[in-house]
């Protein structure tokens, strides 16, 4: 009889310990959520970044500001493909590690570029996602839809006025089916990490940008065309400055 008492009070310990465990927000069972990279129209080559510069690290966090005038002069394909390696190129392509830290690695942000018409030498007017892994970028739409980024961004006209808009966007489950409800949080940080990394780096290209979160983010998911699980993060102007 005590032995049964006892298998009853083990077996009732276990099920309380599981319970309380099942609670906690990570670790979990990692279940890799595929990164969309491969791309499905066409795609742009992106020349390769430059590793140094005449602008020291010290000199553009002095020097970055948030900017808003922005003049009509068209943007070099270099540049654009500096900024973007800058948000979220790859640094280690052995581990596929890139240039923003990411909680477990796992990378839950992609960009996505709005082109104006003629205002990149080398690329049309249009909208244009990221690939990190293969430094490229894939055209997703064929039109100037800067006027209806600024009217989703709740009509902050320098929007419309830059050359180019950078959209960070977020597939919150590749880090939430690692570390549960904090992975939003972990995210977020990724996402400010990448910010700071492209107000940096437009710096020193002597450019200048703005980090814009006053927008309607259904409205720019219908604009851009986003898969039904992103969600838009920043809006980031980029241009030269008057």
């Known amino acids: 009889m005590k032995k049964l008492i006892l298998i009853f009070l083990v077996m009732g310990l276990a099920s309380i310990l599981i319970s309380f465990l099942s609670l906690l927000p990570f670790p979990r069972k990692r279940t890799m959520v595929p990164i969309r ?3 499905k129209g066409q795609t742009i080559s992106l020349p390769l970044p430059q590793l140094d510069s005449s602008v020291s690290l010290e000199e553009a966090i002095s020097k970055r500001r948030s900017k808003r005038n922005f003049k009509n002069d068209r943007l070099t394909l270099q540049q654009v493909s500096q900024i ?12 596929n590690l890139r240039t923003a830290p990411s909680a477990g690695a796992l990378y839950p942000l992609d960009l996505y570029l709005v082109v104006g018409e003629e205002k990149v030498t080398g690329l049309t007017a249009g909208v244009y996602h990221y690939l990190s892994q293969i430094h490229e970028l894939e055209r997703i739409l064929e039109k100037d839809l800067r006027d209806s980024l600024m009217k989703a961004s709740l009509f ?3 929007v419309k006025k830059a050359p180019i808009i950078l959209i960070i966007t977020v597939e919150y489950e590749r ?8 992975g939003v949080q972990y995210a977020h940080m990724e996402a400010g990490h990448v910010g700071q990394n492209v107000a940096l780096q437009v710096t020193s290209l002597d450019l200048g940008t703005v980090t814009v979160g006053a927008f309607e983010p259904e409205k720019i998911k219908k604009i851009l065309n986003l898969p039904t699980n992103y969600q838009p ?3 980031m102007p980029i241009g030269q400055t008057e």
């Open 37 to 39: 990279q491969n791309p």
């Open 84 to 95: 973007l390696w800058a948000a979220q190129g790859i640094t280690d392509q052995k581990n």
């Open 156 to 158: 902050q006209v320098y």
């Open 175 to 182: 880090t939430t089916q690692k570390y549960g409800k904090r």
């Open 233 to 235: 993060l920043y809006v």
